[in-house]
């Protein structure tokens, strides 16, 4: 996992989010990352492990 190009940034300042090519890319590459993880998440359950999950509450 890689940190944000925030962190010691001496262009930094207020919302500097908001327009910061190096954050737009890392947010960009942190959400493909995200949107991957989550899917494979739901592929290792089966509908019947979640059933008896649902079923225990």
Same mark, same amino acid.
């Given at each position: 996992m890689t940190s944000a #190009? *925030? $962190?010691? *940034? #001496?262009?930094r300042h207020k919302s500097c989010w908001d327009n910061c090519k $190096?954050? @737009?890319?890392f947010k960009e590459e942190k959400d493909k990352e995200n %949107?991957? +993880? /989550? /899917? =494979?998440? *739901? =592929?290792v359950f089966t509908i019947g %492990? !979640? +059933? @008896? !999950? @649902?079923r225990k509450r």
């Open positions: #190009p *925030c $962190k010691n *940034c #001496p262009d $190096k954050y @737009k890319q %949107q991957a +993880m /989550r /899917r =494979d998440e *739901c =592929d %492990q !979640v +059933m @008896k !999950v @649902k």
